[in-house]
């Protein structure tokens, strides 16, 4: 049974740094582009990121680039979004998701799989 498990949300101010983890199991981890969504209140789930199985391919939201960095341990089975100036437009419910294959990365019907979600809250 696949499972990803996100972890590291909570309440923050803007400026402030936070790391968001998703731990896999249940899979080839090493297989699989990594991706991750977020959905605000009111809004539709949006592209944040996405990896390839090596790491040595990332795709960002415009609005997320230079401040978030994507990274993965394939050893750990692990996904890391680090998180920096953070800015209240930032608030969402982040997802981990996993795919086949690099492309369409920013396209949510393109994953296989899907965490159960962060929250994180910024406030100004």
């Known amino acids: 049974q696949v499972q990803l498990v996100e972890s590291g949300g909570g309440l923050m101010q803007a400026g402030g740094s936070l790391r968001l983890s998703c731990a896999a199991s249940g899979l080839s981890f090493r297989n699989y582009a990594m991706g991750w969504f977020r959905q605000a209140p009111g809004k539709e789930r949006e592209f944040v990121a996405a990896i390839n199985w090596s790491g040595v391919l990332t795709n960002y939201l415009d609005s997320v680039k230079g401040r978030f960095t994507l990274s993965r341990d394939n050893a750990k089975n692990m996904l890391y979004l680090q998180m920096n100036s953070l800015k209240p437009e930032d608030t969402a419910v982040y997802y981990c998701?996993?795919?086949?294959?690099?492309?369409?990365?920013?396209?949510?019907?393109?994953?296989?799989?899907w965490g159960q979600g962060t929250q994180l809250t910024v406030s100004s």
């Open positions: 998701a996993a795919k086949s294959g690099y492309y369409n990365v920013d396209k949510d019907s393109e994953y296989n799989y």
